[in-house]
């Protein structure tokens, strides 16, 4: 049977905030081997943005709606607030669901650890949305060691940060770090995800900062996190949402040569002013945000990888289909967990 000819995904995406409107919607529309079906969000100007923006799925208010007609769907994305997630994932998986979780897959990594045992035991698959893996700097990062164009890395520089010094209202701003509120949730399960699938499992925690800047914060938001991997790379990990100036994105040490670039994949703002996946152009660095490559007094740019958030579906349709691995082991995102919970154990101690 052909691609074509194979019955639809048949999803529903939990969540119409930034992640279900921006990360999950428009790749679900876009991929041919999905259909997406229903919408749950409980605020009804979203509901009504639900419907505008995807005519064919029905949106509803609650979960129990969803529940009430799992045997019409195959495939539940959660994108809801992060202290939802575990209970969400659960829920799903008892109703003999596939599952996609936003990160961060849980808040602890013994939830994360119960949810890949109760799939597997309901054979079920399983897997966690770390878009970041499809960022096109990223994807450089990792040509570039594939290539060998670095020599060997001995440390490992990344940042997300930002000047927002008025939190926006969102659940992210009111929710605490116990449930999975603040920057080190948030951008750090990105952050500690890229560092591990470039230089492998990490031997030690040598550093970390955790602090809360902003008045009506609940939680902090601005990190630093230092990691010692098996392999002997050192990452030193940035997260800062009040940062007035904002450091390179990646700074990559080499035996021979260094990688330096700066802002952000354009992917997330490209879809946030309407974009489309399969708009020309779309995740493609303009060459004047190059990163540079070599050392001082020679660096030359070099071509960024373009980026692909819809790959994660496209991976995750074969998983399902024919069988083949998940876009993202959920076991990734527990070993990712496991650090957060060392970080903020560590800090208060420092504390």
Not at 25 to 30: E, S, Y
Not at 109 to 116: D, M, P, S
Not at 183 to 212: K, M, N, S
Not at 315 to 343: F, M, S, T
Request: proline share 7%; aromatic share 8%; hydrophobic share 45%.
């Amino acid at each position: 049977m052909t691609d074509a000819a194979r019955p639809a995904i048949r999803t529903a995406v939990i969540g119409f905030g930034t992640s279900g409107r921006v990360f999950h919607a428009p790749f679900l529309d876009a991929a041919p081997e999905y259909s997406l079906d229903l919408i749950v969000t409980r605020d009804p100007s979203r509901r009504a943005a639900a419907e505008a923006r995807h005519p064919s799925a029905r949106s509803v208010a609650t979960v129990d709606e969803l529940w009430a007609a799992a045997e019409r769907i195959d495939l539940v994305v959660i994108g809801s607030p992060s202290g939802t997630h575990a209970a969400l994932a659960e829920a799903a998986l008892d109703a003999g669901l596939d599952v996609v979780v936003d990160k961060p897959f849980a808040v602890t990594a013994e939830e994360g650890r119960a949810l890949i045992v109760k799939a597997a035991r309901l054979g079920c698959t399983l897997t966690v949305f770390q878009n970041r893996r499809w960022d096109g700097d990223f994807r450089t990062v990792r040509r570039l060691l594939d290539e060998g164009e670095l020599g060997e890395v001995r440390r490992f520089e990344s940042r997300f940060e930002w000047w927002k010094p008025e939190p926006p209202a969102s659940w992210k701003t009111d929710a605490t770090a116990a449930e999975g509120g603040g920057i080190l949730y948030d951008l750090g399960t990105h952050l500690i995800d890229q560092a591990v699938q470039l230089f492998g499992p990490v031997a030690e925690l040598t550093a970390v900062e955790i602090e809360r800047r902003r008045p009506g914060a609940a939680a902090d938001d601005d990190v630093f996190v230092a990691l010692r991997h098996e392999s002997g790379v050192r990452s030193h990990l940035w997260m800062n949402a009040v940062a007035p100036v904002a450091g390179p994105r990646f700074h990559v040490l080499g035996s021979r040569a260094g990688y330096t670039s700066w802002g952000l994949d354009g992917q997330e703002p490209a879809l946030i002013a309407g974009a489309l996946p399969g708009d020309p152009g779309f995740g493609e660095t303009p060459e004047a945000r190059w990163g540079v490559l070599g050392v001082d007094g020679s660096a030359r740019p070099v071509p960024a990888e373009r980026g692909d958030y819809g790959e994660f579906y496209r991976l995750l349709a074969a998983a399902l289909r024919d069988g083949a691995p998940v876009p993202v082991d959920p076991a990734d995102a527990v070993a990712v967990l496991e650090l957060i919970e060392q970080a903020h154990a560590a800090a208060s101690v420092i504390a």
